[in-house]
């Protein structure tokens, strides 16, 4: 298999803000539906738990993340929360452009200065003003055509972690975040860490 290039480094260093879509890029697109002994309808989606991994290594790199969706769904609210994503917005209309501009005047961040995680036609308007358009692997192939990069994972299977990994290798940050990130869990294997041995 060809080596894939990797993302330009400075593209990634000017990544303040990443927009990930959720049905086909969080999730594999599909749609569980029930309904409980009331009557009540109810909805879940599979998240693959390893995007929130990169989610989390990404925001201590300091790079906001953000959720842009066009279904409405209860369970995408709670994952947002569960990652500790504040800028989440599901628009049934999937009129995701207005969103994002929002989005970026209020964070006073530039279009050269997001990328945006995307698979399908609705993501075709913000695409083409990001610094960064990224498909997944099981994007349609108009976003592939704009994409600058592409997962070699399809969405929900580790295409978020995959990304979060290209992007912060590329901005030189990766051995920071996970050193902080494995030191909060062990904090006695960074006690000597950096000394010259005795």
Avoid: C
């Amino acid at each position: 298999m060809l080596e894939r290039p990797a993302i330009p480094a400075d593209t990634a260093r000017a990544v303040k803000l990443v927009v990930l879509d959720v049905d086909g890029v969080m999730t594999d697109g599909g749609v569980y539906y029930g309904a409980t002994k009331a009557g009540e309808a109810v909805e879940m989606k599979r998240f693959e738990i390893t995007d929130g991994l990169g989610v989390l290594l990404m925001q201590e790199a300091g790079i906001e993340v953000a959720i842009v969706t066009g279904r409405r769904s209860k369970v995408v609210e709670l994952r947002a929360r569960e990652l500790a994503i504040e800028e989440v917005h599901q628009d049934p209309a999937a009129e995701k452009l207005p969103i994002v501009s929002g989005i970026l005047l209020r964070r006073k961040i530039d279009w050269s200065e997001v990328a945006f995680v995307s698979d399908d036609l609705a993501d075709i308007p913000v695409l083409r003003r990001v610094g960064l358009p990224v498909a997944v692997a099981n994007a349609v192939p108009e976003v592939k055509a704009l994409a600058r990069w592409q997962t070699r994972r399809a969405g929900g299977a580790g295409a978020v972690r995959e990304f979060a990994e290209a992007l912060l290798k590329a901005r030189g940050d990766w051995t920071t975040v996970v050193n902080i990130y494995l030191a909060k869990r062990d904090p006695e294997a960074t006690k000597g860490a950096g000394r010259e041995p005795e």
